[in-house]
């Protein structure tokens, strides 16, 4: 009886040392940061990059489960192919055919970002997915429920525990997978970049060249390089629009001086992320040159300083145009490993 006993004590510790050794820790992946460019705003350091954490937030990110009825993902508005946004609306849609109030943001480089939102509504990527889920003319689905059929899936309680360390599925744990696959979609290798970093047998034609002299003169006090962006908010003199009367900012801060201010977006793959502005109402690039060209109103009361329009000739609207062109990407457009997992 000793020795059974012994025996059974034993194997305990053979099965206990067994588990452990093969007890697989999430695989930690750098986040690499482009040469030159600042450090990121978002910290890994709850929340680590990991493979694991990658592959299972990028699988929420095209499963429609995180919406009322399950017809739609976050990737219905946010298509890889056109910089994480869509172009078949001016407004986004969600469940049912319901319309927003807003074209969808680009989800480019948000690890740069300290707000999101065209209103900077939300100000940490980790919360930021729990507007869409929840919006009513978004997903419609309330937080617990979709934790509810997540947590009775026959497959995420285990890719959660494999990135996370628990198969109970939480809110943070969520948030923290949708974050760490969104957090990855970094734009660095566009010809612009290519030129910055002197790459050989990559040069810039004239039409190129004089479109940056161009950018850098009017344009880049709000579209920053290398991220063709600001953590900031501003008014570029477009009237409000008369059926949706988004009045920006002023909607989250209730400050006067915040009305009609909008988030400045990046101009990274442009090209593709059409239509443009909060409300989608420009269909083509050449269209917002021209605003920006002709079409800007100093009277308009809520500008604190006048904006006046540039006056572009024809052919300095063409080199912009260019310059503009070389801000595509089509390494990360066409990246598989942002596209819908197989």
Known sequence: MKNRVLFIAFYSCVLVLISFKFKTEPTIIEFSVPKKWPNPVYSFKNNPLTEEGFQLGRKL????????????SCASCHLQYTGFTH?????????????????????????????????????????????????????????????????????????????????????????????????????????????MRKEKGVQFSEQEKNGLKLFREHCAVCHKEPLFTSPTFASNGLKM?????????????????????????????????????HDGRFKKLKDVINYYSDGIDPSVSYLSKPLKPFHFSDTEKKDLLSF???????????NPRYSYPK
Request: charge should be neutral.
């Open 241 to 277: 629009d008369s059926l949706l009367k988004d009045v920006g900012r002023y909607g989250i801060t209730h400050n006067p001086s915040d009305s009609m201010l909008f988030k400045i977006p990046t101009l990274r793959n442009s090209e593709f992320t059409f239509p443009y502005m």
């Open 324 to 334: 503009l062109l070389t801000l595509t990407d089509k390494a990360f457009l066409y």
């Open 87 to 195: 172009v078949d609306h001016t407004i986004s849609h969600g469940i049912e055919g319901r319309k927003g109030t807003r074209n969808s943001p680009v989800l480019i480089n948000l690890a740069w970002n300290s707000s999101f939102h065209w209103d900077g509504g939300v100000n940490h990527l980790e919360v930021q997915g729990i507007n869409p889920i929840q919006h009513p003319a978004e997903m419609d689905e309330k937080l617990e429920n979709v934790l509810k059929k997540l947590n009775a899936s026959s497959v995420y309680p285990a890719l959660f525990n494999k990135a996370f360390g628990s198969d109970k599925i939480t809110s943070s744990t969520l948030m923290k997978a949708l974050t760490l696959y969104t957090v990855s979609l970094v734009s660095a290798d566009s010809k612009y970049d290519k030129m």
């Open 61 to 72: 990110f095209y499963d429609p489960i995180l919406s009322k009825d399950s017809t739609i």
